[in-house]
């Protein structure tokens, strides 16, 4: 019999609804049996695409006899953490400040007033290097409650009381200064790996939010330090493991320094991010390189995660079904005859993505397997397991002819079309869809790619339609054309506010200004504190035993930060002062953690430098917007690299405000750029334009 997660519309709890374990979706309900039947709760977090709660899942709650044991004497609720962050957030700031540690799956136990008294991750079927089995963790568990109640009850007191205790103070809340982002580039280049690329040591994850900070400082200092950093990373990456090689696209991290083998799994957010890191990186350095990667990435989000609804998935499974060749044999065994564990329907980390040369052979013939060996990298070792290599471009002294390995790239896609594909999470995550906007539309615009805007303005239509309701409050999440029932939380009204600026600035149209005003009027008026700090969370949300507030990235912009960046972003469009003093009194965290832990506040730092450089306002008016004198000033003004510019394209008698009292000059396209209250005189030249959006 199916639980209670049979009708919720998470992925990840759908996975969970045939389970022997009788889960609860989060709910005060869950919470008033636990306390009608006096047993703790077991609260069990984590998210479709987690190789490790998969696992967890097939030996623990598919497991009938510790299923049993858990709905004897336990309420166990299952969370989906993309659903609730808020949730997540919580609990993992506990269980980090216990442990010293977190990570997915998590698994806290809670008393029946959801106060937490006991922790940890991952725990295996039986004993294993040093860590309990999570039947025995259970035993102990009810073993406590059951003989020292009160103990119990105190720890989960102090736990609660020590949470409160964590609120955060920074002191006078103004923005960085020169000296501060000086500081912060000078502690990314102390933590910056100069042989590989990237930052720290393994696992590696791909560096956004830094490199659009180091960018953007690039672009307002002339610092050749910081661009040199962002090149070499991203071109490490791109010819790394971590990147999809046939098919375009970034996995969630490296496991090794070096950016070779990955952790499969795609997720929306990094591929969004990185998009657009990459289309940065060619505005700045004409990188064909970058050029090629931001559009294949955007054609792989378009390909693979667009919803017959329009909006994006939130991810790919790093495993996939194992194919088992008809004539393979076990170890001693027979043709046919599969390893012991293995065979057809096992899922395996990689299995759509790795190569060994037998495959590339069967693929294409041994001539031009030879040849995709030394251009991927495939060997007869492996650089992944089992013999198998991950797709990457390693450096090399051949020559390779550009036809010849179109040809053997798309066989070998083909032929991995084939393969059983990763499962996907189909449900649409409001602020990772902003992001996936913003990428979108500027890629499409920069390179000529009307096709791209168009899936933004499908995934933008979507949010408004389904997401935003008749008072412009987001839902968190929908799934197959229907909307969940969690709220939106800050990250997802900043991000998806600045896909709506992006789409501004590419389009020329302003509703997509206007949403993004409503959007922010809810940040302003619910998001906030009266010192300029932000909760991740609305004043009217659910209560939980802490209002979650976190400023520092993690694997996307904090909430935080996305929100002064729009917020200066739309105070720029608008000349609105409560949404500039508002990002300024925001991005007074930056000026103290910056220097501290750059590394963990990169989208803030990138925020600050457009604040430093004003940041510039363009507008642009012409007869129309098919005008190709029109058009290529609006181009030239898409790709300047001025810090978080911000553009608006219309006719002289349009409403966006920084259209307002502009004319044409001698009745031709002409081009305002201002900031700080001053404005450069017009022009009609775009090379003039690219001239003024230069630092």
Known sequence: MPNRLAHETSPYLLQHADNPVDWWPWSEEAFDAARERGVPVLLSVGYSSCHWCHVMAHESFEDDATAAYLNEHFVSIKVDREERPDVDAVYMEAVQA????????????LTSDAEPFYFGTYFPPAPRQGMPSFLQVLEGVRHAWAERRDEVAGVAGKIVRDLA????????MRAPGEG?????????????????????GAPKFPPSMVLEFLLRHHARTGSEGALQMVQDTCERMARGGLYDQLGGGFARYSVDRDWVVPHFEKMLYDNALLCRVYAHLWRATGSELARRVALETADF????????EGGFASALDADSEEEVPRDAAGPGGEPGEPQQGEGEGRHVEGAYYVWTPAQLTEALGPEDAEIAAQYFGVTEEGTFEHGSSVLQLPQSEGVFGAQKIESIRSRLLGRRGKRPAPGRDDKVVAAWNGLAVAALAETGAYFDRPDLVEAALGAADLLVRLHMDEHARLARTSKDGQVGANAGVLEDYADVAEGFLALASVTGEGVWLEFSGLLLGHVLAQFTDGSGSLYDTAADAEKLIRRPQDPTDNAAPSGWSAAAGALLSYAAHTGSEPHRAAAERALGVVRVLGPRVPRFIGWGLAVAEAFLDGPREVAIVGPSLDDPATRSLHHTALTGTAPGAVVAVGRPDDELPLLADRILVNGDPTAYVCR???CDAPTTDPRQLRRALRS
């Open 98 to 109: 216990a442990t010293g540690q977190g990570g997915w799956p998590m698994t806290v136990f």
């Open 165 to 172: 205790g964590r609120d955060l103070q920074y002191g006078e």
């Open 180 to 200: 501060e982002l000086a500081q912060a580039l000078l502690g990314l280049t102390r933590e910056y790996d100069p042989q590989r690329g990237g930052f720290g």
């Open 301 to 308: 989000m378009v390909r693979e995660l667009r919803t017959k």
């Open 676 to 678: 700080n209250f001053t």
